[in-house]
């Protein structure tokens, strides 16, 4: 027996459920108990890949780290004042 994770689009779950029930004697479902402890997973996945995405493609602006540094420096600085 092999263990999977598999990503199923929310419009194409019941196609996934009907298939699952047809090999239901290869085929088992088990919960995943890490969901209990942390039960925004999937939410955080989808949102974190959407980062991901966008840093990707060019829609998110990104920065060099000696720049995000400086500019931490310099947000400290102010709270020092």
């Known amino acids: 027996m092999q263990t ?3 990503n199923v689009k929310d419009d194409f779950m019941n196609e996934v459920i009907k298939f699952i029930e047809t090999a239901k004697d290869n085929i088992s479902i088990q919960k995943d108990e890490n969901l209990d402890y942390d039960p ?3 939410d955080r996945q989808k949102k974190l890949q959407q980062i991901r995405d966008d840093s990707k493609n060019g829609k998110t602006d990104m920065i060099e780290d000696g720049e995000f540094w400086q500019d931490i ?3 400290v600085d102010t709270l020092q004042k």
Do not use: A, P, R, S
């Open 4 to 6: 999977l994770t598999i």
């Open 40 to 42: 925004y997973f999937d």
């Open 73 to 75: 420096d310099t947000y």
